[in-house]
């Protein structure tokens, strides 16, 4: 194993033992380490695209704008503005006298045609160098559409993804608080921050959520309105899925208008009910608990001989779990204990101290925890763990496939939804049907044949 880490990340990687492993973390890609990290105009892109009503205007070079919608499988049950890509298409001319009156003019023309509730201006690497006034720009076209214009200082070299995650949290804060309910709030109302609604999945939540009887205000991102989001300040509460591209914002809500917030994870059985109870137990409602409590027992009681059904068949597997979040990383550590699979590799490329303290205390002695890691790195783990699946996203499919390994896809632009109840049921047809292919055994095997 310590052939395959540069000597300047071991301190990324750890060891397993006795429900510890002392990890280094939030650092920055190491040169020559082929992170698979994006940069922070990625972070930013795919927080704030899920928003449907708005203008997302890329101010820098038309390659810059590939980072289009469907990098996150986000839909909308209304408008699909954000569908639309737009840029400014910075050429040498402009990076030479500058790209502020380009950046005026496709503001006028994308909102005069398009009305759009705001508009995002998305600053590039080129425009950080050259040093185009976007903040400047952003006030005066608000002042003269009446509408919020807002920048969001997503330079790709100032950071990695997850600085975009802060740069959009910041551009959100702009919004939040700058618009009045037209009627009563109802008392048990929640903003929801940090689904994207891959495929769906924020649908499901909210059907759970209001079969408690709670009340969603404000979707943040997934399906988002930009009016939902100004009016976000009245919330009762703020759950949090994404901890690492939402918690800036969940911060500054609670300074700065008193919304307190709670931590979840929506992927799996336990953490899709522990949501639900922290939900209940904090409106304090006996009402509330009890239809929790009744939706989870009625879910479980319907996925349960599904899950036996799987197990009896998978137990004994071992998985590689390599995500962006590392509350993903926890939520499918349980999820595939469940379905009786062993994780010998966990990691992500955002994850925090606490986090990967967790994720030691969920795994067996001997399981490799990494952070940050790369394609040499992950594949060596794999092979000398044994491993049978591989869990992640469009980077690591292709060194599953290489491997001869099945895999389960968790990125971004998946269409099938893996939240709630319902997507853990989707998950473990997923494991199971990838793991049972026999084309496995013939990869691994060619000239014996067989299963895996």
């Known amino acids: 194993?310590?052939?395959?880490?540069?000597?300047?990340?071991?301190?990324?990687?750890?060891?397993?033992?006795?429900?510890?492993?002392?990890?280094?973390?939030?650092?920055?890609?190491?040169?020559?380490?082929?992170?698979?990290?994006?940069?922070?105009?990625?972070?930013?892109?795919?927080?704030l695209y899920p928003i449907v009503d708005a203008v997302h205007l890329v101010h820098g070079p038309a390659g810059c704008a590939a980072y289009t919608w469907d990098i996150r499988g986000t839909v909308s049950s209304g408008p699909e503005l954000h569908r639309l890509s737009f840029t400014t298409d910075l050429r040498e001319r402009d990076v030479i006298f500058g790209g502020a009156e380009k950046l005026e003019r496709a503001l006028r023309v994308l909102i005069a045609r398009y009305t759009p509730k705001a508009a995002f201006v998305y600053a590039t690497c080129i425009v950080g160098v050259i040093g185009d006034d976007v903040d400047g720009v952003c006030r005066k076209i608000a002042v003269e559409t009446g509408i919020p214009v807002l920048p969001v200082r997503?330079?790709?070299?100032?950071?990695?993804?997850?600085?975009?995650?802060?740069?959009?949290?910041?551009?959100?804060?702009?919004?939040?608080?700058?618009?009045?309910?037209a009627e009563p709030v109802p008392p048990y109302s929640i903003n929801i921050l940090g689904?994207?609604?891959?495929?769906?999945?924020?649908?499901?939540?909210?059907?759970?959520?209001?079969?408690?009887?709670?009340?969603?205000?404000?979707?943040?991102?997934?399906d988002g309105r930009v009016d939902d989001i100004r009016r976000a300040h009245h919330a009762k509460l703020n759950v949090v899925q994404c901890s690492g591209s939402m918690t800036t914002l969940a911060n500054h809500m609670k300074e700065t208008y008193g919304v307190p917030f709670k931590q979840v994870s929506y992927?799996?059985?336990?953490?899709?009910?522990?949501?639900?109870?922290?939900?209940?137990?904090?409106?304090?409602?006996?009402?509330?608990?009890?239809?929790?409590?009744?939706?989870?027992?009625?879910?479980?009681?319907?996925?349960?001989?599904?899950?036996?059904?799987?197990?009896?068949?998978?137990?004994?597997?071992?998985?590689?779990?390599?995500?962006?979040?590392?509350?993903?990383?926890?939520?499918?550590?349980?999820?595939?204990?469940?379905?009786?699979i062993e994780t010998v590799v966990a990691g992500s490329q955002t994850g925090r101290p606490e986090d990967y303290d967790t994720i030691a205390g969920l795994c067996n002695p001997g399981t490799i925890i990494v952070d940050d890691s790369n394609p040499v790195e992950l594949s060596t783990f794999a092979r000398e763990r044994g491993a049978d699946l591989f869990i992640g996203g469009v980077k690591e499919r292709p060194i599953a496939f290489k491997m001869g390994m099945a895999f389960c896809d968790h990125n971004h632009e998946r269409k099938l939804p893996l939240a709630g109840f319902e997507g853990m049921k989707n998950f473990a047809e997923e494991v199971y049907a990838s793991l049972m292919t026999p084309v496995w055994g013939f990869v691994r095997n060619p000239r014996k044949g067989g299963a895996a």
């Open 195 to 222: 689904d994207f609604n891959l495929a769906g999945e924020l649908w499901i939540l909210e059907e759970h959520y209001r079969r408690m009887g709670v009340n969603i205000l404000t979707r943040i991102t997934g």
């Open 267 to 340: 992927f799996g059985i336990e953490d899709m009910s522990a949501a639900l109870y922290d939900v209940a137990a904090f409106f304090g409602d006996p009402v509330l608990h009890e239809k929790a409590a009744a939706l989870v027992r009625d879910e479980v009681t319907r996925l349960l001989p599904l899950i036996e059904s799987y197990r009896a068949r998978l137990t004994g597997r071992k998985a590689v779990i390599y995500v962006g979040g590392a509350f993903k990383t926890i939520s499918l550590i349980k999820a595939l204990r469940l379905l009786g």
């Open 1 to 47: 194993m310590t052939t395959a880490i540069l000597e300047k990340r071991r301190a990324q990687v750890a060891t397993v033992k006795d429900g510890k492993a002392s990890i280094a973390c939030a650092k920055p890609s190491l040169s020559g380490s082929v992170s698979q990290r994006a940069c922070v105009f990625c972070g930013s892109r795919v927080v």
């Open 154 to 181: 997503s330079e790709g070299f100032r950071g990695s993804k997850k600085d975009g995650y802060a740069a959009a949290c910041d551009a959100l804060a702009g919004l939040i608080g700058t618009l009045e309910p």
